[in-house]
């Protein structure tokens, strides 16, 4: 990636397509599930952009001069950390600007994948650690925080809109724990495109395998594929699921050699737009869940 530092215009406080306005604290976060937390702390008193939007893939993305001059414009910049965003040291460096940044995972519980490690020969950390509503709620103070250090004015809003995003967010894992206790326990273990839902698994019980690692920046050997299909046979795994930024090709490829279900596609790393299955957080949870269940629970 190299973004070429005379290509950027000065910051502006307004970009095209940006939904901010100059009387709202500029917020830029990372990818579109970053995004949505924000919106739903900041409300009308920040305009949040992302910079990997919705159906957009973190891992692979490669940011442009119009991305640095978003960074350079903001107040706060909220990414996930863990890894994830490799490219954004540099992408801040080339901004020149003078954000806070908030490290919105800081306090989880790491998490690598035994899965990983068996078939990669490496104990890789998963960085997809919203997976678990728990999680999420942490990211949602962390990002709480971060806006009142950096909107001082305006930290009633902040706290009183993550208080109310906070208790949706105790329900939608409620929610999760009794839809899962509907699957019969022997049937608990799917397989997924890439290694992102360890954090899932960790929290409700569902095990994921995966022939991808933790990024979909790589690519599975004949070795993976060869492996996750012993499993699914090994195991009577009843379901392979799809995901939204995978090439289903070989998701398809596994579940046809092991004869395994299809159970539909998962979100992992990307809120789908507006009409789409999951243009929120906690509509891609009850996508996800909902999913699993339909093909799980029979």
Excluded: C
């Amino acid at each position: 990636m190299a973004i070429a530092l005379a290509a950027l215009a000065p910051a502006r406080a307004q970009d095209a397509g940006d939904d901010r306005s100059d009387q709202r604290i500029p917020v830029v976060a990372s990818f579109s599930i970053l995004g949505d937390f924000a919106r739903a702390v900041g409300g009308a008193r920040t305009g949040v952009t992302t910079l990997v939007g919705t159906n957009g893939d973190v891992h692979v993305f490669t940011p442009t001069p119009a991305d640095a001059r978003k960074v350079a414009a903001a107040r706060l910049v909220i990414v996930n950390g863990l890894g994830l965003e490799g490219w954004l040291p540099r992408l801040v460096q080339a901004s020149g600007g003078n954000a806070a940044i908030v490290v919105a995972a800081t306090g989880v519980s790491l998490r690598g994948s035994d899965v990983n490690k068996m078939l990669h020969g490496k104990d890789s950390s998963d960085p997809h650690a919203w997976q678990s509503v728990a999680n999420a709620k942490i990211y949602v103070a962390n990002i709480r925080d971060a806006l009142i250090a950096a909107d001082p004015a305006g930290e009633s809003v902040y706290r009183d809109n993550a208080a109310n995003y906070l208790v949706k967010l105790d329900a939608l894992d409620r929610e999760v724990r009794q839809a899962v206790a509907r699957i019969p326990p022997e049937r608990r273990k799917v397989i997924s495109a890439h290694n992102a839902f360890t954090y899932f698994e960790a929290a409700y019980g569902i095990a994921f395998i995966a022939p991808q690692g933790v990024s979909t920046d790589s690519e599975a050997s004949a070795r993976d594929i060869a492996a996750t299909i012993t499993q699914i046979r090994t195991a009577k795994i009843p379901a392979v699921f799809l995901e939204d930024l995978s090439d289903p090709r070989l998701t398809r490829q596994i579940a046809a050699e092991a004869g395994a279900r299809v159970g539909g596609t998962l979100y992992s790393d990307s809120l789908s737009d507006e009409k789409g299955e999951a243009p929120t957080y906690i509509a891609m949870v009850r996508h996800n869940i909902k999913t699993l269940i339909s093909a799980l629970a029979d």
